[in-house]
């Protein structure tokens, strides 16, 4: 998603609400230099907002241990056969979710291996995600983790780059983990942003309850860069090494246009009914106008268990051990119940982590504030909102390489 913006300043009026925004974008490959979780420890950042991965996560780990339980290669009965164990953590973003999952891992290997051939090898791990990415704050908080153990677990480095890309050298890594990133998409479809297509996404920002037309045109980009994240990492692996994913999803045998499973989801979800609102409320004010509100467009989709099979098999290379769809209900419900307004500061600041630098990138910092805060008033009023129930759909995925 590579653009352009240009956003004017009316020298008419003091208030620096009024803008004139003129707008160009050339959607076209550029997405790494905006995308990424908002950085830093505030409390609008992802290290403070991540609760929905960190459930996903949690709900997931016994399927990620039995899957490192279950890898038979690299272990070898002298320690001078054994060379370090290479982990990637693919999308890792920031915050506490990625340093929680390596540790598990490495904790796990290590046991293997005490067990099965009496000593502890040396572990690699890669923490790897678009430039974009806050890794100050990673390391940050690597760091004082390391230091507070008083003992290094692992030798860890930043991979920056694009997972939909070779990061790694041929046969370089032994696991390689990506968890909540894999549906957010390499770039917008341009036909989405052509006005003269009828995949134009006119009055929204997201693709559940948009034309067949938009899905399809996201479902083909989610497709060939299924294909190239599932090529890279074929290249990358050991052979025995696995591969593990956690990604937004949908169960089997739903079409793409419901990209969430039920009613309830649709409406309360943060990308759909409420985030239409509040651009069009900054289209209503006059803080923007209609082709700025067009051309945003969420850059993710949430494929379902069928489409990840068939990738797989076309890639070769893999045999899928295991993949299931799982679901995640939204926390708190009834806390939240009883107060609306801590819920929908919550609500917006989870919105805000997750897609502030895009926002920011595509209407400036004081407009993608005025957005966040007609989010936040929205999801505090609409007091039906809290007595729905949202569910997270996700994929779970182990394939060992062959």
């Known amino acids: 998603m590579e653009f352009s913006s240009c956003i004017t300043r009316d020298h008419n009026t003091l208030d620096p609400n009024v803008y004139l925004i003129k707008q160009w974008q050339t959607w076209s490959g550029g ?13 609008f950042s992802y290290a403070k907002n991540s609760e929905a991965p960190a459930s996903a996560i949690a709900l997931c780990k016994p ?3 039995n899957s490192i339980q279950s890898v038979k290669l690299f272990f070898h009965a002298k320690k001078e056969a054994v060379d370090s164990i290479r982990i990637a953590d693919l999308g890792c973003a920031t915050g506490h979710n990625t340093l929680v999952t390596i540790d598990m891992i490495v904790q796990s290997l290590r046991q293997k ?8 090898p040396e572990f690699e791990v890669f923490f790897s995600d678009l430039p974009s990415n806050d890794f100050n704050s990673l390391f940050q908080s690597l760091s004082s983790r390391q230091f507070s153990d008083q003992q290094q677990q692992y030798y860890a480095a930043g991979v920056p780059g694009s997972f939909y890309n070779r990061l790694f050298a041929k046969g370089k890594l032994h696991i ?3 968890l909540s990133a894999l549906h957010w998409l390499s770039k917008i479809p341009e036909t989405v942003l052509d006005k003269r297509s009828p995949a134009w996404n006119k009055g929204r920002v997201w693709i559940e309850g948009s034309k067949i037309e938009v899905v399809e045109a996201f479902a ?12 890279c990492r074929k290249e990358e692996i050991v052979q025995g090494g696995m591969l593990f994913i956690l990604m937004g ?13 039920d009613p309830d989801s649709r ?18 004010e006059g803080l923007i106008d209609e082709e700025t509100r067009d051309g945003f467009n969420i850059p993710a989709y949430m494929r379902g268990i069928e489409e990840v099979e068939r990738a797989i098999k076309r890639c070769g290379g893999f045999e899928i051990k295991m993949i299931e769809y799982k679901r995640i ?17 919550a609500k917006a600041n989870l919105v805000r982590a997750t897609l502030r630098p895009i926002v920011q990138a595509h209407l400036g910092p004081h407009l993608s504030d005025q957005l966040f805060n007609r989010f936040q008033l929205r999801v505090s009023s609409d007091f039906t909102l809290l007595h729905k129930t949202c569910f997270y759909g996700v994929i779970v995925v182990c394939a060992i390489r062959i």
């Open 31 to 43: 997405l790494h230099r905006v995308l990424c979780m908002q950085g830093g420890d505030d409390d």
């Open 63 to 65: 399927l990620l241990l």
């Open 113 to 120: 291996y005490v067990t099965m051939c009496g000593f502890e």
């Open 176 to 178: 390689a983990v990506s």
């Open 220 to 231: 083909k980009q989610a497709e060939k860069d299924l294909d190239d994240f599932l090529r």
């Open 249 to 261: 999803g949908r169960p089997g045998l739903q079409p793409p246009q419901n990209q969430l499973e």
């Open 267 to 284: 409406a309360k979800h943060p990308f759909t009914i409420t985030m239409d609102q509040a651009w069009q409320d900054l289209l209503n």
């Open 329 to 345: 209900m939204e926390e708190k419900r009834e806390e939240w119940i009883k107060d609306p307004v801590s819920y929908g500061r």
